[in-house]
């Protein structure tokens, strides 16, 4: 059994930086670890992914270039550093753990946080 806690939400500007934090509890060294977020009225959708062994990395087009996923293997927690925000990154973000390849759909995770308020004003 995996659980996930989200931190480090809040309220930036627009041009801000936050960093998103998901501590891990469990088995996770073979999985794939994501970040998915949901703004208000919408579908969620992927954000970043990372897979704990090899750290490769993959980013939706929407964020590619300010925001960067990593882990810390010791921590057994992902991060997610936002940087250059804008208001449409505003939504609750959500850290997911699954399956061993890097993946995009929501389906293919297994595990999910509570999620965490991510808010930029103009």
């Known amino acids: 059994q995996v659980q996930l806690v989200e931190s480090g939400g809040g309220l930036v500007q627009a041009g801000g930086s936050l960093r998103l934090s998901c501590a891990a509890s469990?088995?996770?060294?073979?999985?794939?670890m994501a970040w998915f977020r949901q703004a208000p009225g919408k579908e969620r959708k992927f954000v970043a992914a990372?897979?704990?062994?090899?750290?490769?990395?993959y980013y939706a087009d929407s964020v590619k270039g300010r925001f960067t996923i990593s882990r810390d293997n010791a921590k057994n927690t992902v991060y997610l550093q936002m940087n250059s925000l804008k208001p449409e990154d505003t939504a609750v973000y959500y850290c997911?753990?699954?399956?061993?390849?890097?993946?995009?759909?929501?389906?293919?995770?297994?595990?999910w946080g509570q999620g965490t308020q991510v808010t930029v004003s103009s």
């Open positions: 997911a753990a699954g399956p061993r390849w890097l993946s995009m759909v929501e389906s293919d995770y297994d595990y």
């Open positions: 469990g088995r996770t060294s073979n999985y794939a």
């Open positions: 990372i897979r704990w062994t090899y750290g490769s990395t």
